[in-house]
């Protein structure tokens, strides 16, 4: 790709015809306050190609971001496949992974209640294998034939274009409370999993059940899981709403700030693999992918880790340009019956010609093969290449090429897996894609305490915003099939009266469903804590409490109401970070207020700082006071035990009052980082 990078140019501006020019502020006209002339080719293509700026965004998943990095295999897995860059251990591959949310336009707030999407181009030798999946393992339909009705219901409504990058409203959940099958989607769209703390903290899923396939001939069904390894850490409602108004590119400026500061993203690729004779032994159907296989009962085997370490250069020549299709396989991995995933791989082409104006936009740098491209494709808008010779099959005069790879055998050549398949035309969905409700009550009862609070919540708020009672309670009916004490705990926060609960659901569980087992091994990296401070402050405690951090790689920010230097209380100087004004507490992991009476008492009389602690109190933020510090965290009215630190660390409040050194509280602030929420 990097052939097709312009070097940053230092030389004179010239027209797209390679003309110099004089002077790009001035239109010629016809003396100095006369018109503008039609003769000014300048002005006239500059406006032009400006006019032109535009592609149409994605029909979903139009806000995202991206980043290039590479996938490294453990171990050979010829056994299953024969995919080449899965073929050898320590086997690099280059990979450019986008992430997203699905509802919202280009423009909106990346921490919304949303399915976020996961895909990964893996630019391997034998050609682009695209896996296009979502931060949840399931999907709210099970036919590609339901997904208009499902975006439709989904996006903005069409008479006003409210909401925006929001499920709360009417169309949504008329639809879903009206399709059973999506249910099990619901719960863990209401799950945490919904609100990322960050892209680099959640899981991924390539969702279908996929067929890995042997030089032989031989398949294996696959399910694909992403590990993130910082663990799967979420925001809490209300940060994140905070969050979209004071930083609407959360997760983008995450994600960017952590590669641009060489702390790279890691995540394991696993699978689930099942024998094909397998195929009926489960009590769902693999082909359903409203399912997940439980861990449990098919463990997710390592197979290598996907690193991201370079931010593109131009975000719309890549992350804006980059086309997925979940048709885009290489030899060795092909596709089941799974309806969902059989329309997938008809529309994902389908839109890239809208999308990217026509038949050529795989060789746009960011889409290009590292593989060798040779076929008879000719033409159409944007063609970039110069082809000579002949552009049919079969030919005599071109030496008979580009010729069938198949022809002399060999690997790296894909063949369609040999599938035998018989039946009647029908449109009937089969028998055993029926059940709706076990897995969702399945996801319901592997959550802990404060995961199925928050699910509640999210029922409560989402449907809450919705304007049609007849809407609701058939919601909390459908609820009711999950479980009866969440459809009682809905029904009572809408006012409805709660709903019998259905007889005979499930109680069995998948603990690996649960965030609190899915911590990682990455510590505090990247961790952000915020130290406020003011003219006064002890900067010996700053001092030893940043170096304790940063050392485990948190990073420590002073805020004080203004940008600068402030005048720390052995007279020296502070610098200072970010000024207050410009940050918020959900911008933050953690808040450190260090000792010095001057200086607590001046955050004291300021509301943004009382704020700054309440509300990350509030959202179950560690807090670490010393001395005074204490102060501005009465003046925020927090329990009084909290402030007094006798609650800690169950409140994840730390004090250094005392005899407390700065380095025992910063460790006692790291291990609650740690621990996420
Ligand atoms: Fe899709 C984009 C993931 C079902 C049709 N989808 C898109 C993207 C992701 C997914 C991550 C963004 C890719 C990017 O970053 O450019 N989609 C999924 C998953 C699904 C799913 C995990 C279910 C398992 N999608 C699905 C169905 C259809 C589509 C059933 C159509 C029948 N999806 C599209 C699309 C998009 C898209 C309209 C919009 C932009 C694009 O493809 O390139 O074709």
């Known amino acids: 790709m990097a052939q097709f990078r312009a070097a940053p140019r230092h030389d004179a501006l010239t027209t797209d015809q390679g003309v110099r020019v004089d002077d790009t502020d001035n239109a010629l006209r016809a003396g100095t306050r006369g018109p503008t002339l039609l003769e000014d080719f300048h ?14 965004e994605r029909v979903v998943h139009a806000r995202g971001a991206g980043a290039y990095g590479y996938f490294e295999n453990y171990e050979p897995l010829g056994e299953y496949t024969c995919a080449d860059f899965l073929a050898e251990a320590g086997r690099r591959t280059p990979v450019f992974v986008r992430f997203s949310t699905v509802q919202g336009p280009r423009g909106s707030a990346d921490t919304v209640r949303d399915v976020r999407g996961f895909a990964t181009k893996f630019y391997t030798r034998e050609g682009n294998y695209d896996l296009v999946g979502n931060n949840m393992p399931v999907f709210f339909i099970q036919d590609a034939i339901k997904f208009p009705d499902f975006v439709h219901a989904v996006k903005m409504e069409p008479h006003n274009e409210m909401p925006t990058g929001a499920s709360a409203h009417d169309t949504f959940w008329d639809f879903c409370s009206l399709q059973p099958e999506s249910t099990h989607m619901l719960m863990w769209l209401m799950s945490d999993r919904a609100i990322p703390r960050s892209f680099r903290m959640m899981q991924g899923f390539g969702v279908h059940t996929f067929r890995f396939v042997t030089a032989e001939g031989r398949g294996t069904f696959v399910k694909f899981h992403w590990k993130p390894k910082l663990g799967v850490n979420s925001l809490v409602w209300d940060e994140a709403q905070i969050a979209a108004g004071r930083d609407p590119d959360f997760n983008r400026r995450d994600l960017w700030e952590a590669i641009e500061a060489g702390e790279y993203p890691e995540w394991e690729l696993g699978v689930q693999l099942v024998p094909e004779e397998d195929e009926f032994s489960f009590d769902f159907d693999l082909l359903d992918a409203t ?92 063609q970039q290449v110069i082809h000579p010779g002949t552009n049919y099959f079969p030919n005599s005069l071109g030496g008979g090429c580009p010729a069938h790879a198949g022809a002399g055998g060999g690997a790296g050549v894909f063949r369609h897996y040999a599938q035998r398949v018989d039946g009647e035309k029908i449109r009937v969905r089969s028998e055993s894609f029926q059940d709706h409700y076990s897995q969702a009550a399945l996801f319901w009862n592997s959550m802990s305490d404060w995961e199925q609070r928050h699910i509640v919540e999210a029922f409560r708020f989402e449907l809450g915003k919705v304007e049609s009672v007849p809407v609701r309670e058939r919601m909390v009916g459908n609820l009711a099939q999950v479980n009866g004490e969440l459809a009682a705990q809905v029904a009572d926060g809408l006012g409805l009266p709660a709903p019998a609960a259905a007889e005979g659901i499930t109680t069995a569980a998948s603990p690996a469903l649960s965030q609190e087992n899915l911590t990682g091994t990455g510590g505090i ?62 911008l933050y992991d953690a808040v450190v207020v260090p000792d010095g009476k001057e200086a607590v008492g001046e955050l004291s009389a300021d509301p943004a700082a009382v704020r700054f602690v309440e509300e990350a109190y509030r959202h179950g933020k560690p807090l670490a ?44 602030l790291a291990a609650a980082l740690e621990r996420h929420r």
């Not at 002005?43 to 149409?56: A, L, Q, S, V, Y």
């Open 291 to 382: 399912k997940i296989i439980p861990e449990e009962q098919v463990p997710v085997r390592p197979i290598g880790r996907l690193v991201l370490n370079r931010n593109p250069q131009n975000f719309f020549a890549e992350t804006e340009q980059v086309a997925f299709h979940t048709a885009n396989v290489v030899p060795g991995i092909d596709f089941t019956n799974d309806p969902l995933l059989q329309g997938r791989n008809f529309s994902y082409l389908d839109t890239q010609l809208i999308r990217l104006g026509g038949p050529n936009f795989s060789q746009l740098p960011v889409n290009r093969p590292l593989a060798d491209v040779n076929h008879n494709h000719r033409d159409g808008f944007g």
């Open 625 to 668: 006071v010393f001395g005074e510090g204490t102060r501005l965290l009465t003046e925020a009215k927090l329990p009084e035990d909290v402030v007094l630190g006798e609650s800690a660390p169950s409140y994840g409040v730390f004090s250094g009052n005392g005899t407390a050194e700065p380095a025992d509280v910063a460790d006692a």
């Open 43 to 56: 002005n006239r293509e500059k406006i032009t190609h400006f006019d032109h700026e535009r592609i149409p």
């Open 525 to 586: 990296r990247t961790r952000k804590v915020a130290v406020l401070a003011a003219d006064g402050t002890d900067a010996s405690q700053v001092t030893a409490l940043r170096e304790r951090l940063t050392d485990q790689g948190a990073i420590v920010e002073v805020l004080a109401a203004k940008a600068g230097r402030l005048r720390a209380a052995d007279g020296n100087g502070l610098e200072v970070d970010r000024a207050l004004p410009t940050m918020a507490s959900v």
